[in-house]
């Protein structure tokens, strides 16, 4: 079961950033990250990733398994990332672009695969000590639109505001598809209008979008989000919730049934 242990942690910088993935690579890319503690420093840039994990945490039917880990980790060993000003310290360097992967090695017996980020990718993952922005995975876990990760990422990175607006042109070149669709209506129906669907039907917060326009064109987007209500509902409460709260409550001479009768009743449930 997908619990709520993943936190992924971007610098910002990489939010903005100009890539295009399949939805398969943004998973296993985003699986990678979230086990990065974004507040040290890495002992070494190499992640075990195994096909039960990934089927795991996304939903996926167990049979697709070790292919379709494998799969996406040699598409994404093929792509790259475009960063715009990737230093403030040094404002000569205009743009950075670096893969996102450097190595892979394949344990298909084992079920396995360990990937070795790229070198010039994690100063945006670690040591965040400037502006960055966190999220938990399984926010995004069941989505199944690529552009729906990245513009939850996007509005989230406001998070503080409640609302973003952007150029149009900036939001279809950030998502790598500024020359897919030149008709604004075909990026409203193929991409802004599931984004946002999925955003709302999947994740922790409610979206709505309008937009700005100079004359009769549409120039700009506004996205005004809040946090959704919390459930009230007791079909919420995890099993993983109530064994943490076992473990480090339990008292002595007490048994997991006793322990579990008394987390209900201070539950409340």
Known sequence: MQTTRHIVAKANALVEATYRLTLAEQRLLLLVISRIDGREDLAGPTFVVTAAEFADVFGLNGKEGYATLRDAAERLFNRAVIIDRPDPDNPSVTRTKTRWVSAIDYLPHDGR?????AQKILPYLTLLAREFTTYRLHCVSQMRSIHAIRLYETVIQWRGAGILEIDVAALKARFGVEKHYPRLGDFKRHVLTPAVDQINAYSDIQVTWKQRKAGRTVVAL???????APTKSPAKKTIVDQRGWIEKNARPGESWEQARDRYLKESKL
């Open 113 to 117: 695969l360990v990937l070795t980020l």
């Open 222 to 228: 506004t996205f005004t989000f809040s946090p959704k």
